[in-house]
Antibody, heavy 117, light 107 residues
Framework: QVQLQESGPGLVKPSGTLALTCSVSGDSINTYYWSWIRQPPGKQLEWIGEIHFTGNTNSNPSLQSRVTISVDTSKNQFSLNLNSVTAADTAVYYC???????????WGQGTMVTVSS | DIQMTQSPSTLSASVGDRVTITCRASQSVSVWLGWYQQKPGKAPKVLIY???NLETGVPSRFSGSGSGTELTLTINNLQPDDFATYYC?????????FGQGTKLEIK
């Protein structure tokens, strides 16, 4: 069974960079498409972006200019960098994985990131 | 972007009831839609993929139907564990988008 675990700082200063890593266990990172999804407190889910092990990425245009998603196949990890953060970026951040024709089968437990000085 | 609108936003029901949640898309998503259940403080859990395919391990009282711009999630014989928030999500095209959620409450 694939398991995902997010890691990274829980507090980021305004205008700084939010950096998270998702560690994948139970299968090769080469099998799936990997996404970052966030959920502000009490609000709906928002897809941030996706990466394949080949390095091919797609991001939400609403965040695209601030988002970088990368993959490290040697460590079975993928990462999210979101720069120029504001309080509006405060949310629970999830990493998730899916196969080509399926919805998000696998989710991390989520990590709360607060943007505050 | 494809906008996903769920109805109702809140649903009150009793154990044993049958309920239906509808997801309307601003343009066709064909069958590229998933349904998720989320409980407070937890990550979403996939129930249905490709509109009508039951995820392994999910009880058969959950079912999905529809295609195009109107898709539904039906839960038969509601159980106490089913009271949660449900989201639809399209993966027909980028950016992937979610509905605003339907909170299923105990009547």
């Amino acid at each position: 069974q694939v398991q995902l675990q997010e890691s990274g700082p829980g507090l980021v200063k305004p205008s700084g960079t939010l950096a998270l890593t998702c560690s994948v266990s139970g299968d090769s990172i080469n099998t799936y498409y990997w996404s970052w999804i966030r959920q502000p407190p009490g609000k709906q889910l928002e897809w941030i972006g996706e990466i394949h092990f080949t390095g091919n990425t797609n991001s939400n245009p609403s965040l695209q200019s601030r988002v970088t998603i990368s993959v490290d196949t040697s460590k079975n990890q993928f990462s999210l960098n979101l720069n120029s953060v504001t309080a509006a970026d405060t949310a629970v951040y999830y990493c998730a994985g899916r196969l080509t024709t399926r919805a998000f089968d696998f989710w991390g437990q989520g990590t709360m990131v607060t943007v505050s000085s | 972007d494809i906008q996903m609108t769920q109805s109702p936003s809140t649903l009150s029901a009793s154990v044993g009831d049958r309920v239906t949640i509808t997801c309307r898309a601003s343009q066709s998503v064909s069958v590229w839609l998933g349904w998720y259940q989320q409980k407070p403080g937890k990550a979403p859990k996939v129930l249905i993929y490709k509109a009508s395919n039951l995820e392994t391990g999910v009880p058969s009282r959950f079912s999905g139907s529809g295609s195009g711009t109107e898709l539904t999630l039906t839960i038969n014989n509601l159980q106490p564990d089913d009271f949660a928030t449900y989201y639809c999500q399209q993966y027909k095209s980028y950016p992937y988008t979610f509905g605003q959620g339907t909170k299923l409450e105990i009547k």
